[in-house]
């Protein structure tokens, strides 16, 4: 670790696994658990995702502390075709149910060619693309998705019934980076529209509603209403169509029936995942795959920039180079966030 008396202190990847384990440990967790759920928040933390990386000890422990999630799931695996697998989580921290599907998806591929899992009785599971990322780099393409608490409302309607439910993508590149999209349904996250309300700034109406249901530019009514959709009325389809995978399909609780990790910590989430992986050594060699891949990045970094400091990019460009940066630098850590971090991983 290096800190100054002016930044925040600079961890490596691996003093960060092993601070992350070591906290959820202390949480309750079994070691071999709390170094999946670190795993996926620091790679979070390396992409430069913090919202989403280990500054979520604060509200998974406190879920854990009150027996809303349960710190040592027995998390089971049916597989009732042989490329389909379904994971119940068993109320267990929502990334350790979420790399227990994915290595059960990367199974079912690796026998079939294609790989589909479903887990229910989980919790919040990250960003998405932690998991594209791993697929990928063992040569999976993937599709994968969450259901969440609801915060957007339905097209048309005046109360929040969807989930701003995250959907990723990830095709990997033998010789290069692999593409990785990552978006929740919400054309903004709420954090934006909170920052604004510290600023005094108003917000573009096309942010959010108010509690009515109409668009607004109010930071403070925005966020006493609801989340509008990308897209509009196709975001609004696009929510839905996640939330039929990740809750529906796999047994979870879908829509209101998903309980709000704010207003009831204590009680079981119940939300669902779920993971479309394809193996692409099924489809052509690693030099076909390589090739096409460059091919189509070229395609599209070659197109003009309309502002020449902002060239063209693709899906996960800048969270490859954060990871970059950060595996030269160090990842710099919120002090409130070490210091639960090391106070937890004192009770290990």
Known sequence: MNASLTSPPVFSEAELLDLGTRAFTGLGLPPDDAADVARVLVQADLFGLSTHGLSRVESYGE????GGIQARARVTVQSPAPALRLVDGDNGVGPLVGMHALRAAMEAAKACGVGVAFARQSNHFGPIS???????????????????????????????RLGNSPLGFGVPNPDGAPFLLDMAMSVVARAKIRNALKRGSAIPDT?????????TTDAAAALDGFLLPIGGHKGYGLALMVDLFAGLLSNAAYLTHVKSWVDAPDEPQNLGHFFILIDTARLGSAAWLAERMSDFAAILHASPATDADR????PGEIELANMARQRRDGIAVD???????????GQA
């Open 63 to 66: 879920r854990l502390l009150v």
């Open 130 to 160: 932690p998991y594209s990322l791993i697929a990928a780099q063992a040569g999976f393409a993937s599709i994968i998705g969450s259901n969440a608490t609801t915060t957007i409302a339905p097209w048309g309607g005046s109360d929040a």
């Open 207 to 215: 942010w959010a509603t108010g509690r009515d249901g109409r668009p």
């Open 311 to 314: 060239p063209v990019i693709v």
């Open 335 to 345: 002090p409130a966030v070490l210091a639960l971090l090391q106070r937890h991983a």
